[in-house]
């Protein structure tokens, strides 16, 4: 069995407990890809990768742990028994499935069941049969007559987007069709109405954030096609595109060759526009770029400056207004970046190290995208370009990555403050080392391992599951991939850890962290077992869910992590050869069915679990967060009301709470901001309208996204002296030795930028700028600044779309971006 990405609805989704929006589905899709009818089975093992980094598989084995285990009663046997409900799909169905949730709170799962290829004409074949639930995955319904029994695409074939939005991709002939066929629902599925386009598609077609009505389609001629109803009626709005996506409100981006056809121009030789009005008009943002993409607030893009040159980084954080190069390292045609998260604040980006390392740095962006902090050396970035770098989301602040160290080993490393400090995991709690082992740390898998089939699944956590981590891990000096993982689970966001299951296994999380279930990922056998846990791990039961045990194929539920239904999926190898696809699904709601009163939760201070300065104690970025979550002792109902509930506080400031401004470091003596010995004074110039302000600075800048108050306060007494351009100050005495280990590289527009590791792990920020890098729309004379900037120069095209539109809310979520790691930016 093998199992696909599904992108739906602008969101990226995979096979288990992947985060998506609220209002978005959620989509699984399973294969048998022998065809003569025996099982392909999941197989979760290590195995010996020569595309992995050196000394990735030759660490020891880790210790072992007890976990906690407790006997189903008859009584709870019996009631799962009469709430567990198995559906057989016909052995005929085909070769892959594909499941999706649509809508929030709706109950309805559609199933989709696809043959490879069409075996008739798409119209009468019946080769795909649709069936439909809609009291979450109990029983089903075969609706397949009402997309006509057509045949749909296997490898985007459906798209679930906001409310209850659902299309389906016919597969149709390109040379005996003038356009490709789609089949829209706006009520999940309970009708559809077919669509013949004008075009045939390249790629899903993607959805806008908010409205479910407004669609966006490449073709496979480069046309990029808008509809503004649903897909009723399509426009070409240009052509010759390779990319595109939303921005905010209803700014749309793309990338395009320089004349009208894909294959005109290489990449790097690319133009990225923008449209502000659906495509009525475009604006070109820039040219000679490779590739773009947009996250949070910020749109960004790579540029080769001429066809011998490195790739260079420029960031948005206005829509293409306004652009500012980052300072970041350069890419060569052998290196590459990456976006590996970001939102309204600031952004993480990986630049490789030159050559076939498996390793980069990893950079923390300020609040425009321009100035990039160091925050982590030897980032694991293996040879297949996957990241290990996880968002822990059940907890503001934490991040989790593996580094590969000197000595060839990848070790896992955790910041609670947005990648200011990364430290490694602490040993779990339960886990006696021995004395054996001299360094005794949890190392937690990540995509590395699951690429190398490793580990099953990534780490898990959910919003609504405050402080509620599940991931595979080994104990020991390293991560190891000489021994199956086991499951750990952290109910702090990642401060403490203990051991809750021995060997892989697929898990999800219900009822906002009120149950945990898992399925062990079984080496050659069928599964017909369910661990569940009301204690966040601590402690499991165990449900035999059918007598004909089947090869598994995954764990569902129900996206937004509220329901308390969980369908397994898989199938039986029937006598004919036929697969017999199986779901299993199991209503835990009958079980537990006390609902949760006040006494079952309690007060929680995030980021407390370690001591320290009383008066700080949980604080981070400047806030302290105290959360009202449920105790591990009750067993109850959190149900589909629940909503998470915090108190937020502001910290005093401190100087942690800020980083040094540009010409200034942090001692390694004291936490206060010195100014760097070389620099001759503290203006910063810019020339703005052909006048040149100087601007001064008392060196402390605060942390992007901290909220602290009072405390300590810099005195930023930044003044303005306001001349001509052209008029330079008085002569500075010339500039002092830099201190030892400084390194410089001065291009001739004299920005340099230089990074310091000081003690407690701080991280240092020095810059000699002769720009201030917060000023827009800069005149620079007689030299090439590092910070270019452009006004958008405006076009009208005749090929613009007609309709009367309504502006879109402003959005500023996260982006899917359309291009892989390997492509997205470089």
Not at 535 to 562: H, I, M, R, V
Request: glycine share 10%; hydrophobic share 35%.
């Amino acid at each position: 069995m093998i199992w696909r990405l599904v992108v739906l609805g602008g969101v990226c989704v995979c096979l288990v407990a992947a985060e998506g929006s609220s209002r978005a589905g959620r989509t699984v899709t399973f294969h048998r890809t022998r065809q003569d009818g025996s099982p392909r089975q999941v197989r979760a093992r290590p195995r010996r990768d020569t595309s992995s980094p050196p000394g990735a598989s030759k660490l020891s084995h880790g210790p072992a742990f007890s976990p906690c285990r407790l006997p189903l009663t008859a009584a709870e046997h019996k009631v799962l028994d009469d709430n567990t409900h198995e559906t057989g799909f016909n052995g005929d169905d085909g070769s892959y499935v594909i499941l999706t949730w649509v809508g929030d709170g709706t109950g309805v799962v559609l199933v989709l069941s696809t043959i490879s290829v069409p075996i008739n004409t798409f119209l009468d074949g019946g080769s795909s049969r649709l069936y439909r639930s809609t009291d979450y995955g109990k029983s089903f319904h075969d609706i397949s007559h009402r997309i006509n029994n057509t045949f749909i695409k296997e490898e985007f074939g459906v798209s679930v987007g906001p409310g209850s939005s659902v299309i389906l991709t016919a597969d149709t002939p390109v040379v005996d069709n003038p356009g490709g066929i789609i089949f829209t629902s706006a009520d999940a599925g309970a009708t559809f109405k077919l669509i013949q386009l004008p075009f045939h598609l390249d790629q899903p077609i993607t959805y806008h954030f908010l409205n479910p009505d407004y669609l966006v389609a490449l073709s496979i001629d480069g046309g990029l096609w808008l509809s503004l109803d649903f897909g009723a009626k399509w426009t070409k709005v240009h052509d010759g595109v390779h990319s595109f996506s939303w921005g905010a409100g209803v700014n749309l981006f793309f990338s395009c060759s320089r004349v009208d056809t894909v294959e005109a121009d290489e990449r790097g030789d690319l133009v990225l526009k923008g449209t502000r009005d659906l495509g009525k008009s475009f604006a070109t943002i820039h040219e000679d770029i490779y590739s773009f993409g947009y996250i949070g607030a910020f749109l960004f893009f790579s540029v080769m400056e001429d066809s011998r040159s490195p790739r260079v980084m420029y960031f948005s954080s206005d829509q293409g207004d306004t652009f500012s190069r980052a300072l970041l390292p350069s890419a060569s045609t052998e290196q590459f970046y990456s976006i590996l998260d970001g939102d309204v604040d600031m952004l993480f980006m990986h630049v490789d190290n030159p050559g076939d390392t498996y390793f980069g740095t990893m950079y923390t962006s300020d609040d425009r995208g321009i100035l990039f902090s160091r925050s982590l050396e030897r980032h694991l970035f293996d040879g297949h370009r996957k990241s290990d770098f996880t968002n822990i989301t059940s907890l503001r602040g934490v991040y989790l990555t593996n580094k590969l160290d000197e000595d060839g080993r990848i070790r896992s490393v955790i910041s609670f403050n947005r990648g200011g400090m990364w430290r490694q995991l602490n040993k779990p709690e339960n886990v006696d080392c021995g004395e054996q082992i001299k360094k005794c740390n949890l190392h937690i898998h990540g995509e590395h391992s699951r690429n190398n089939m490793i580990v099953p699944m990534l780490a898990l956590s959910e919003p609504s599951a405050i402080g509620l981590v599940i991931a595979h891990g080994t104990v020991g000096d390293s991560l190891s991939s000489s021994q199956h993982p086991d499951v750990f689970v952290s109910s702090d966001g990642g401060y403490s850890w203990r051991g809750t299951l021995r060997g892989p296994h697929h898990y999800s999380i219900l009822d906002s962290g009120g149950l945990v279930v898992a399925v062990e990922a079984q080496r050659g056998g069928q599964v017909r077992t369910i661990k569940f846990s009301t204690d966040e791990g601590q402690c499991w039961k165990s449900y035999n869910f059918t007598e004909q045990p089947f090869f598994f194929a995954g764990l569902a539920s129900e996206p937004g992590t509220k329901a308390m239904n969980v369908s397994v999926w898989g199938f039986r190898p029937e006598e004919d050869g036929q697969p017999m696809w199986v779901t299993v699904t199991i209503d835990f709601q009958s079980l537990i069915t006390r609902e949760c009163n006040k006494r079952d939760y309690e007060e929680w201070l995030a980021h407390s679990t370690e001591g320290g300065d009383a008066g700080r104690k949980g604080c981070v970025l400047g806030v302290k967060e105290t959360y009202r979550r449920l105790k591990k002792q009750s067993v109850c109902r959190n149900g589909k009301g629940f909503a998470v509930s915090k108190k937020q506080s502001p910290c005093l400031c401190t100087r942690d709470d800020y980083l040094c401004d540009y010409s200034y470091y942090r001692h390694t003596n004291t936490s206060e901001c010195v100014r760097q010995p070389n620099a001759a004074n503290k203006t910063l110039e810019v020339c703005l309208d052909g006048e040149e302000d100087e601007l001064l600075t008392a060196g402390y800048r605060k942390v992007p996204s901290d909220k602290c108050e009072g405390g300590f306060t810099p005195q930023l007494a930044v003044q303005t002296v306001v001349r001509p351009c052209g008029v330079k100050p008085s002569p500075s005495p010339p500039p002092e030795p830099a201190p030892p280990g400084t390194v410089f590289d001065t291009p001739r527009e004299r920005l340099v930028l230089i990074l310091v590791c000081a003690g407690a792990g701080a991280i240092v920020l020095v810059a000699i700028a002769s720009a201030f890098l917060a000023v827009k729309r800069v005149v620079y004379s007689n030299r090439t600044p590092v910070y270019r900037f452009s006004n958008l120069q405006i076009q009208d095209d005749d090929n613009s779309v007609t309709a009367d539109l309504e502006s879109a809310n402003s959005s500023n979520g996260t982006v899917c971006q359309h291009d892989s790691d390997d492509d997205l930016i470089g």
